[in-house]
């Protein structure tokens, strides 16, 4: 699980920092926030016996989710510059295979 | 003088923790929890963890207190609306505590509340980061609901389906537990040769994975199949295994199916009051857990066998008992048809055997 999460992690801050444009600040917390999340969302009903590799996407999935929902509620209501707006416009689903395919092609 | 509520940060808790938390949580009365639902750590998504492990693990074993579980929590859950834990975790318990409640409504036949779980379970893992997954494990439990509704060809049709859906997600208990509902209907389709290979492909398939919950059931219907079909070694062998592996898991839902597949070994092998005492016990342990379906199949069983030996009006007494809980689980309009004709010949005195035969069918039930 630890490994996992800790060969995502630089994936996973790139994309909160530079795609979702959170602070280096926000990006750190909303890390601490995923890696809590990561480890109880493994022990839920039906993925206790999937392997830890298979929910990589999940974790992506999450991240992209989290820094989407943060820079919608962060500017709730405010004009957004185009290139942030095309960011929270796409899909964090389309988003996160990407990243795992990207993944996959480095490893 | 108008106050505000102050939330202040609370130390997050461990996973062991967190079983301990459900277990108090549990054993405090359900009116006094929201009261003290701080104290209780309700609103900690390892305490929620920590319930719905233990309640999936009794939904077997005491399917009506798993029920009243559930129920509360789902309620504790959505009013008032509570922040929990982080991203999709109020979404997913919401989910898992209606898929729960379902599956206990299923256990315990009652097929339109379990309809309304589902629909309920169906909303809310809408919105969970693995909706996917999750939704493939609410579609086990609707067609483990269509087998009991006899909707056979529609689930032979689906089950592939949800394999590949498991096995993409590589969830391979799941996908295996899906194998058990085509193992099911073959049974109840008279085709017990290809019914016994299917479980047998289960059985290894558990042995290999160490699952023991799965490796019992398996264990169980083989049980059932040699015995309907005179195999005696072989129901023997079967239910031996069984009754270890469920007396090792505590499941007294399994220790009672494999009596019921002694008693029809002793049946075929011309054994009749041995074969109704085995039912008997049985019956008690279904009665004890609340599974008022299964009682009334066995009351139509064992009405069946005393037809065999003319006694008429024991048989009568089986059926007018078992007419109540029947009454009350909601079938499926041919099913009706059945229950009707039994009916009006338990009146007139002379019982409809195909009438009788037909309905127990509508009682086979898949796993959890």
């Known amino acids: 699980m630890d490994d996992l999460f800790e060969r995502a992690l630089p994936v996973i801050h790139s994309t909160l920092e530079s795609y979702y444009r959170l602070t280096e600040r926000e990006a750190r917390s ?27 996407l999940s974790l992506l999935l999450a991240a992209c989710q989290y820094g989407r929902s943060f820079q919608l509620w962060k500017h709730g209501g405010t004009e957004l510059d185009e290139s942030l707006g095309r960011a929270l416009a796409r899909e964090p689903q389309e988003l996160a295979s990407e990243l795992a395919a990207r993944m996959d092609g480095e490893s | 003088m108008a106050g505000r509520l102050l939330r202040f940060p609370v130390k997050p808790i461990s996973s062991d923790e967190g079983i301990a938390a459900a277990r108090r949580a549990l054993q405090t009365p359900a009116l006094a929890r929201e009261a003290r639902s701080f104290d209780l750590r309700l609103e900690e998504p390892e305490t929620l963890l920590g319930l719905c492990g233990i309640l999936r693990g009794e939904l077997q074993t005491a399917p009506e207190a798993v029920l009243q579980e559930a129920d509360f929590f789902y309620r504790f859950l959505e009013r008032p609306k509570r922040s929990i834990g982080i991203l999709d975790e109020r979404e997913f318990f919401m989910g898992e505590m209606a898929l729960i409640a379902g599956t206990a409504c299923r256990v315990l036949s009652r097929r339109e509340d379990a309809r309304r779980w589902f629909d309920r379970s169906e909303a809310w893992f809408r919105h969970t980061v693995n909706s996917v997954a999750d939704w493939s494990r609410l579609s086990y439990q609707r067609l483990a609901l269509r087998v009991e509704e006899r909707e056979f060809n529609e689930v032979l049709e689906l089950v592939p389906l949800l394999v590949e859906s498991f096995e993409k997600l590589e969830m391979r208990e799941d996908a295996l537990k899906c194998r058990f509902l085509e193992g099911v209907v073959l049974m109840e389709a008279d085709q017990p040769s290809r019914a016994i290979e299917t479980f047998r492909r289960i059985r290894a398939g558990a042995r290999a994975m160490g699952n023991d919950q799965l490796l019992a059931t398996a264990l169980t219907n083989l049980t059932q ?144």
Do not use: C
């Open chain 1, 30 to 56: 909303a890390e601490q926030d995923l890696y809590v999340w990561f480890h109880r969302y493994a022990r839920r009903s039906g993925l206790t016996d999937t392997p830890i590799r298979s929910l990589r």
């Open chain 2, 225 to 368: 199949l040699h015995a309907a079909l005179g195999e005696v070694e072989e129901a023997l062998d079967a239910s031996r295994h069984a009754l270890l592996v469920w007396r090792r898991l505590d499941n007294r839902v399994g220790v009672a199916k494999v009596h019921w597949g002694m008693g029809d070994l002793l049946r075929v092998t011309g054994q009749p009051s041995p074969a109704v005492e085995a039912y008997r016990s049985a019956q008690k342990e279904f009665a004890e857990i609340g599974m008022r379906g299964d009682v009334a199949a066995l009351q139509l069983v064992v009405a069946d066998l005393l037809l065999d030996f003319g006694e008429d009006e024991a048989a009568r007494r089986e059926i007018l008992a078992a007419l109540p809980a029947i009454d009350e689980i909601q079938m499926v309009p041919e099913g009706m048809a059945a229950l009707a004709l039994l009916r009006e010949s338990v009146r007139g005195r002379r019982i409809d055997r195909a009438a009788l035969r037909e309905l127990h069918g509508y009682f086979g039930r898949p796993g959890d």
